[in-house]
């Protein structure tokens, strides 16, 4: 278990190690965090978001549909403004996956099959404004559209009851740091293979690679731990707490 005063020791010691770490590094998971399933109010909050951004923008989308091809129906053209909604969230949520692979594997293990839920529900989309035309269908597949590709990364919950906003911070922090550690992996193997072999400069950068890889490793490792440490591992270890 890490308590809070390490975690926040730790975080501050990576900062004046690398400081360069925690700036313009954002990750586009986990901006809420909450305890249980829906235990409190706030929890509401990116379903309140969801229906500002997503449904306002199928009712412009469906308006410029329907003036653009007047032989589609009403149902029709809110259909594929739901449609392209589901492409946008198909095209940007691997982006999010990638992000977590490299900073939180507990949460990469929870939602890596998201692309496909996704894939699964833009298909019956497909399917029913060509054949079905079914308003109660449509409403159900935005709906689990939303959950999938927006509401589940945007809030995290499952939080254990001794959780408090600074654990939610410092996790969140060095979620950021392991991501930075990727990519100074990543830019490191750049300049290894642009580099001459047998030269310093090669000898040099693949040095400074295996420092990199123990780092981003050493990070990942250490934001387990704090998921552990904060969180129910998964929704069985929850109800058991619950009962």
């Known amino acids: 278990m890490i308590k809070t005063q390490q975690a926040t020791q730790y975080l501050q010691q990576l900062e004046q190690q690398y400081p360069q770490a925690f700036k313009r590094n954002f990750l586009l998971y986990?901006?809420?965090?909450?305890?249980?399933?829906?235990?409190?109010?706030?929890?509401?909050?990116?379903?309140?978001?969801a229906m500002m951004?997503?449904?306002?923008?199928?009712?412009?989308?469906?308006?410029?549909?329907?003036s653009s091809f007047p032989r589609f129906d009403q149902t029709q053209t809110f259909g594929i403004a739901i449609l392209c909604i589901m492409l946008f969230l198909m095209f940007t949520?691997?982006?999010?996956?990638?992000?977590?692979k490299h900073s939180s594997t507990h949460l990469y293990q929870q939602l890596s099959n998201t692309?496909?839920?996704?894939?699964?529900?833009?298909v019956l989309q497909t399917l029913n404004i060509a054949y079905l035309d079914s308003s109660l269908l449509q409403g159900l597949l935005f709906f689990f559209a939303l959950s999938f590709g927006f509401i589940k990364f945007y809030k995290e919950n499952m939080f254990?009851?001794?959780a408090s906003n600074i654990d939610y911070y410092n996790l969140q922090q060095i979620r950021r740091v392991c991501f930075w550690s990727y990519k100074q992996v990543i830019k490191t193997k750049i300049r290894l293979t642009l580099?001459?072999?047998d030269t310093d400069q090669y000898e040099a950068l693949q040095q400074k690679l295996v420092k990199d890889l123990d780092l981003h490793l050493k990070l990942l490792k250490y934001e387990n731990k704090m998921s552990q440490s904060?969180?129910?591992?998964?929704?069985?270890?929850?109800?058991d707490h619950m009962l």
């Not at 951004?53 to 329907?66: K, N, P, R």
């Not at 949520?93 to 977590?100: H, T, Y």
């Not at 692309?115 to 833009?122: D, S, T, Y």
């Open 30 to 49: 986990g901006q809420l965090k909450a305890k249980g399933l829906l235990d409190e109010l706030k929890e509401f909050i990116p379903w309140i978001l």
């Open 230 to 239: 904060y969180k129910f591992v998964d929704l069985d270890e929850y109800v």
């Open 160 to 162: 254990r009851e001794s």
């Open 53 to 66: 951004i997503f449904v306002s923008t199928a009712f412009a989308l469906g308006s410029l549909v329907e």
């Open 93 to 100: 949520v691997p982006l999010i996956i990638k992000q977590m």
């Open 115 to 122: 692309p496909m839920k996704l894939a699964v529900l833009i």
């Open 195 to 197: 580099s001459k072999k």
